[in-house]
């Protein structure tokens, strides 16, 4: 069995400026009903996950594809695109179960079907998130001008400088490396 930790429980609201800690009361991590530190972080990866997911396309373009093709239609279209996506990564997961490496999406259709096609895919997934880098930074843009205030547009300059402004971010923090 794991050993337990105990979990100090405050009555001050604000933790970091408290210094008199006379009202605290120290509870063992198995007879408190909140949810772990784990569980919590658990649940936000999820939500980036998802956010991730999401992206800024969807708030962009929703209200054109209502315009398009109705509520209807468009939750028709994101419940088919929804079902290709949970297939898509299914398959993925049993086959990296499988075989687990690094570069997986590359290596798959290489080892089992062509090594052309792995070329073609490794192509493909980083022409894709080049291209996605310069939807989002486009896209950013164009919402910009909903922070202005009395409906006012921001002239092709501004929007062009936004766009040159984001990108360098983005140059620079992808050069800086991960470590």
Not at 40 to 55: D, Y
Not at 118 to 134: E, N, P, R
Request: hydrophobic share 50%.
């Amino acid at each position: 069995m794991p050993p337990t930790y105990p979990v100090i429980l405050s009555d001050s609201l604000n933790m970091i400026d408290s210094t008199d800690n006379s009202n605290d009361i120290i509870l063992p991590v198995s007879s408190r009903s909140s949810p772990s530190v784990w569980q919590i972080l658990i649940m936000v990866s999820k939500a980036i996950g998802f956010s991730g997911l999401i992206r800024i396309g969807l708030f962009v373009t929703s209200g054109e594809m209502i315009g398009l093709s109705g509520s209807a239609g468009t939750v028709m279209s994101f419940a088919v695109a929804g079902l290709v996506i949970v297939a898509v990564m299914r398959t993925l997961a049993e086959l990296v179960s499988v075989r687990p490496l690094s570069g997986a999406i590359i290596d798959f259709p290489h080892t089992y079907v062509d090594p052309a096609l792995g070329f073609a895919v490794g192509m493909m997934y980083w022409l894709a998130q080049s291209l996605c880098m310069a939807t989002l930074t486009s896209a950013a843009a164009r919402i910009a001008n909903d922070f202005l205030p009395d409906g006012e547009i921001l002239a092709p300059g501004q929007k062009a400088g936004i766009v040159v402004k984001l990108f360098l971010i983005t140059l620079f923090s992808n050069a800086l490396g991960v470590k």
